[in-house]
């Protein structure tokens, strides 16, 4: 085994584009910013040798030239300490000249091939470094596969690769909180970003688990066809080769599989799942349950008031677009309180109606990780009273608004773990019971990482699934808990693919 990747020098050679001046503020190639991000969030030391990005990415800056590296490398060994791991300095291979000094450093050379030049390779030894290695690289996006790859030959097979693949901003949230180490974790996790921009194939080839948010991806979907759900949903290219690659390596692990998201994709399949709750009724204690819901077609149905009196829904009521993410508008909803509402309500059709539950502006999000089982105490919306006295405000029209952005809340969020319990409304939220629900949920679901969220009804104390989502941030549950319970049911998932 070899000796994993303890720090990495970043020569302004690879960061600059190509015509950028020498400046106080360069422009840079347009993937060297993801890639600073990666690097600053993997924990992995970094210098940069451009002082603007230094101070930006809060990393180390040194000045370093063919008549300075050894003063640099000293520099660098007194900032850094011990490692306990091999230095890679990346740089282009258009400062082939300055080569032989960095040879003298003992140093792993990353080299950035120009455009035109030869295929990536990994060759050892050679004239200009004579006893290190140096590995070539055509594209800067290959550096995270890079470093990972050189960590999983120094770690061997006791080292899972999780490959991970979601939009730039949901990475940066799990990345800055410390989700995505490019270096092992304490139970034997390294993760690795895959691209789209790079051959996917290859990069798969290194990754032993497959981490997705397919919805992040998503172009469309159609939700009138009555075809097959899977055939419904028209994802970007990318994602779409995962899926093919997913499809013909069944024994790859996969977190989660496409047809375990695709229920929480269709507001009306998971009230139709959520109404098998039933089984979990115990005498003793509350009553856990979906809302009441009716699906619509078009909002001027005639006989749309007797099919809602027939699915127990009176106003008032939240109307949802049946697409649940992943598109437009899907978080588009409002609150009607009147039967005219529905003219020209602006809700996306289909829809689902659903019962409004007067939950005393109290919320409780739920975050299942594997096994384990985490809420936090959230603001909501107002009872329906206070709701209503909005619409009059309003000249008694529905209110309609973006569930992301919510309506306004009055008082700070709070976090609970199992072991705390907040009241909602007059009676405590029933852990055991949201805990079977959980698990039970788990099981029908087939999903590892997943939240909802769950209102308690005035008066019945009903505990009322409002919602289902697939690999939540659970932001609201403190990092150096969430962050280790996230790593452990990624272990526990690919071991247990592992042992069928």
């Known amino acids: 085994m070899g000796v994993a990747v303890g720090g990495v020098i970043l ?24 890639l600073l991000r990666k690097l600053r969030h993997s924990k992995i030391p970094t210098v940069s040798l451009l002082k603007r990005l230094a101070t930006l990415y809060l990393f180390d800056c040194f000045i370093l030239n063919e008549s300075s590296v050894d003063d640099a490398k000293n520099e660098i060994m007194l900032a850094w300490g011990d490692t306990g791991g091999s230095i890679l300095y990346v740089v282009s291979d258009k400062k082939k000249e300055f080569f032989p000094k960095l040879s003298n450093c003992g140093w792993l050379i990353v080299v950035l091939r120009s455009l035109g030049q030869e295929s990536a390779a990994v060759t050892e030894g050679g004239s200009a470094c004579e006893n290190s290695i140096m590995i070539f690289i055509n594209k800067l996006e290959e550096l995270p596969s890079t470093i990972c790859h050189i960590n999983r030959k120094a770690t061997g097979n006791s080292v899972a ?3 991970y693949v979601m939009k730039p901003s949901r990475e940066e949230d799990f990345a800055k909180r410390g989700a995505f180490p490019l270096y092992p974790t304490q139970n034997g996790l390294m993760f690795m970003p895959l691209t789209f921009e790079l051959p996917l194939s290859p990069q798969l080839q290194e990754v032993d688990v497959v981490l997705h948010k397919a919805t992040d991806e ?13 055939n419904r949903i028209v994802y970007t290219s990318g994602m779409q080769d995962l899926q093919r690659y997913l499809e013909d390596h069944p024994d790859r692990c996969v977190i989660d599989s496409f047809n375990s998201i695709y229920p929480v994709l269709d507001r009306l399949e998971i009230q139709e799942i959520l109404l ?12 856990i349950r979906g809302p009441h819901f009716l699906k619509v077609d078009s909002f001027k149905e005639p006989d749309l008031l007797q099919r809602m009196s027939e699915a127990k829904l009176s106003l008032p009521s939240i109307v949802k677009p049946q697409v649940a993410c992943g598109v437009a508008n899907a978080h588009k909803m409002a609150i009607i309180f009147r039967n005219e509402d529905f003219k020209d309500l602006s809700v996306p059709l289909p829809a689902v109606v659903q019962e409004y539950v007067d939950h005393s502006s109290t919320l409780y999000k739920f975050y299942v990780l594997g096994e384990k089982v985490f809420y936090a105490i959230k603001k909501s919306t107002p009872n329906a009273d206070i709701l209503m006295k909005l619409s009059e405000s309003n000249g008694l029209k529905p209110l309609v608004f973006d569930s992301l952005k919510s309506l306004p ?36 679901l087939d999903l590892t990482i997943f939240g909802f969220d769950v209102v308690i009804q005035e008066g019945t104390c009903d505990h009322v699934i ?19 319970a996230f790593w452990e049911a990624i272990k526990k998932k690919f071991e247990l693919k592992r042992s069928k």
Do not use: M
């Open 276 to 287: 098998r709750l039933e089984d979990l009724k115990t005498e003793g204690h509350s009553t």
């Open 409 to 444: 809340t009055a008082k700070e969020d709070q976090n609970y773990d199992n072991d705390n319990c907040s009241k909602a409304t007059n009676s405590c939220v029933d852990l055991d019971l949201v805990t079977d629900a959980a698990n039970w949920l788990r099981g029908v």
């Open 161 to 163: 690769t999780v490959g």
């Open 11 to 34: 020569d302004e050679s690879l960061l600059l584009a190509s015509n950028s001046p020498h400046h106080e503020n360069p422009s840079l190639q347009p993937v060297a910013e993801s």
């Open 466 to 484: 409002v919602d289902v989502n697939y690999l939540p941030s659970f932001k609201e549950v403190p990092d150096d808990i969430a962050i280790p």
């Open 218 to 230: 998503i172009i469309s979907i159609e939700l009138k066809s009555r075809t097959n759900f899977s």
